[in-house]
T-cell receptor
Framework: NAGVTQTPKFRILKIGQSMTLQCTQDMNHNYMYWYRQDPGMGLKLIYYSVGAGITDKGEVPNGYNVSRSTTEDFPLRLELAAPSQTSVYFC????????????FGPGTRLTVT | GQQVMQIPQYQHVQEGEDFTTYCNSSTTLSNIQWYKQRPGGHPVFLIQLVKSGEVKKQKRLTFQFGEAKKNSSLHITATQTTDVGTYFCAGPTTNKLIFGTGTLLAVQP
């Protein structure tokens, strides 16, 4: 199993541009999550999904959108990028919910200038 | 809402010294998980504690879950440079994990 994969690894965006961060897991996990981590800080939950077709907001959803059309994929869309969205973005998944180990992807480092 | 705090935020030790990080939840937890994030890396699961008062060991790492299931600790004996990183505790709530604020450990050779 490849686990949780994320693309791209790095990206530089100009203010106002849009992009989609890709996340795929091959473990058949229903629960998937997007976090952002600012330098030297903890993890903040952006959006999460408990199954295909179901998404919900986390702690910091403004400026982002998600969709979950398949069990495997959970893309994160940034519209009208702002410097405040400069961060490292991690995708993660659980097999059956938060009482189990969470698996993280390697992250996408995004800079907005 | 539910909060999970960790202290200290940062600790610098000499190699060979011990290290402890403490985790406190505002609510009772059904279990607590610990993760390690190496510099430039992603969080990696270390362990889960479920029972009140539980103690688990992984080589030089000792994890404890408080009797009231609201606090936990991670103790590293005789730190090594490979222990460098940020240690997060995390407690479950409905459909998600609440991560602690993290403790960054620096180890000087």
């Amino acid at each position: 199993n490849a686990g949780v994969t994320q693309t791209p690894k790095f990206r530089i965006l100009k203010i106002g541009q849009s992009m989609t961060l890709q996340c795929t897991q091959d473990m058949n996990h229903n629960y998937m999550y997007w976090y952002r981590q600012d330098p030297g800080m903890g993890l903040k939950l952006i959006y999460y999904s408990v199954g295909a077709g179901i998404t919900d907001k986390g702690e910091v959803p403004n400026g982002y959108n998600v969709s979950r059309s398949t069990t495997e994929d959970f893309p994160l869309r940034l519209e009208l990028a702002a410097p405040s969205q400069t961060s490292v973005y991690f995708c993660a998944s659980f097999p059956r919910g938060p009482n189990y180990e969470q698996y993280f992807g390697p992250g996408t480092r995004l800079t907005v200038t | 809402g539910q909060q999970v705090m960790q202290i200290p935020q940062y600790q610098h030790v000499q190699e060979g010294e011990d290290f402890t990080t403490y985790c406190n939840s505002s609510t009772t937890l059904s279990n607590i998980q610990w993760y390690k994030q190496r510099p430039g890396g992603h969080p990696v699961f270390l362990i889960q504690l479920v029972k009140s008062g539980e103690v688990k060991k992984q080589k030089r790492l000792t994890f404890q879950f408080g009797e009231a299931k609201k606090n936990s600790s991670l103790h590293i004996t005789a730190t090594q440079t490979t222990d460098v990183g940020t240690y997060f505790c995390a407690g479950p709530t409905t459909n998600k994990l609440i991560f602690g604020t993290g403790t960054l450990l620096a180890v000087q050779p």
